[in-house]
């Protein structure tokens, strides 16, 4: 006896789990595969006139972006893929009633679900690692192509900026400029033991590359901690805030390509900023929440694809399409209320998975046993 059957027989995985578990496993790969070329088609129609602008080498086209670009596809639409997986092939298990031979043996119907939930696991497992730290260092490369071929200019924070620079500093400006570093009616406000006692306003902020510091220009400052402060005015003023151009540009789009070390680190620094986090938490919590949906999923897809009937594999292919727009579609209505505050980032992540939960269990329960 191998070390293999070694295991399998500790694990208590017969011939059956077996090949239940490679049914598995090869119907998910073979549906990632397949629809992460049309996606590649598909999005190379819709960018085929950037391409043509630009003209970016083709080892660029293919290493620098269509390598990367086939994990991000993956990784968002892995759920679906796991779905009409266990929907496909677990339909043709009944249709040619190995289902019923199966229960007919004397296998209670817990045992039956025994491989779709070892092989929901492994997935589980790899989803894990994969969209905690693969993944957005994948979606990294991805944005950098984007970046440098496709968009016209770097999306930058250009309206009512507001930012805290440390505990008793705050900093708002109507405007700012990445390309020239340069900010337009800049206040910073000094708090001392909830009370302000200085203001600076100045109607353009500079930064200066060389000397890695900001110059104020039309410099105004005032004085709250006697009534008759005089306002201090300099036409120009260079100074050091503990905050760089790169801190203003909206980096909404480009949480996804944080690990998640990088990304609890930055929502720590907004939140002491002030500024709201209730996307990039969603995010966060998206990471955790979408491999723990495998186990639902493979549990719901089970469920409606083990009875026999006269429509065959495509009736249940067709109401596995259809629960999957439902579920599509209450995950974003859920992440849309996460992202603007509406509800707790991690109710509004958990809800659709636990709901759905909820649903599979009563399927179960009815399902032909």
Same mark, same amino acid.
């Given at each position: 006896m191998n070390w293999s059957a070694k295991i399998y027989d500790k694990l208590g995985i017969g011939i059956l789990d077996r090949y239940i578990m490679r049914? @598995?496993?090869? &119907?998910?790969? !073979?549906?990632v595969l397949l629809f992460s070329l049309i996606a590649v088609f598909i999005d190379i129609s819709e960018k085929i006139d950037d391409f043509i602008k630009r003209k970016p080498p083709l080892e660029v086209l293919v290493f620098d972006y269509y390598i990367w670009f086939l994990p991000y596809f993956m990784g968002l639409f892995s #759920? /679906? @893929?796991? @779905?009409l997986s266990v929907i496909f092939f677990n339909s043709k298990l009944a249709q040619n009633t190995e289902i019923i031979s199966i229960l007919n043996s004397g296998a209670e119907y817990k045992r039956f679900l025994k491989p779709y939930l070892l092989t929901a696991f492994l997935l589980f497992v790899s989803f894990l690692w994969l969209n905690t730290y693969f993944l957005p260092l994948c979606d990294r490369y991805r944005l950098k192509f984007e970046d440098d071929w496709i968009h016209e200019k770097k999306v930058t924070e250009n $309206?009512?900026? !507001?930012?805290?620079?440390? $505990? &008793?500093n705050v900093i708002h400006m109507q405007s700012f400029n990445y390309r020239d570093s340069v900010g337009f009616n800049c206040t910073v406000e000094? @708090? +001392?033991q909830n009370k302000i006692y200085s203001r600076i306003f100045a109607t353009r902020i500079v930064w200066n590359r060389e000397k890695q510091q900001w110059r104020f220009e039309g410099f105004q400052q005032r004085s709250f901690v006697n009534d008759d402060e005089p306002v201090r005015k300099l036409a120009m003023l260079d100074t050091s805030l503990?905050? +760089? %151009? $790169?801190?203003f540009i909206l980096k909404a789009n480009y949480v996804s390509s944080m690990t998640n070390p990088e990304l609890n680190e930055y929502i720590r620094k907004e939140h002491e900023k002030g500024a709201p986090v209730h996307k990039f938490k969603v995010e966060l919590y998206k990471r955790i929440a979408v491999p723990c949906s495998f186990f639902v999923l493979t549990l719901l897809g089970v469920s409606v694809s083990s009875r026999k009937n006269r429509g065959g594999t495509g009736f249940h292919l067709g109401i596995g399409i259809g629960i999957t727009f439902v579920y599509l579609l209450i995950i974003q209505i859920f992440t849309t209320m996460g992202n603007g505050g509406v509800m707790a980032?991690?109710?509004? /992540?958990? &809800? #659709? %998975? /636990? /709901?759905f939960f909820f649903i599979a269990l009563y399927l179960l329960k009815i399902a032909p046993k």
């Open positions: 049914k @598995f496993l090869s &119907t998910f790969l !073979y549906s #759920p /679906v @893929f796991l @779905f $309206d009512n900026i !507001y930012s805290m620079l440390n $505990d &008793t000094s @708090f +001392k503990r905050i +760089k %151009p $790169d801190e980032p991690w109710l509004a /992540v958990w &809800t #659709p %998975p /636990v /709901v």
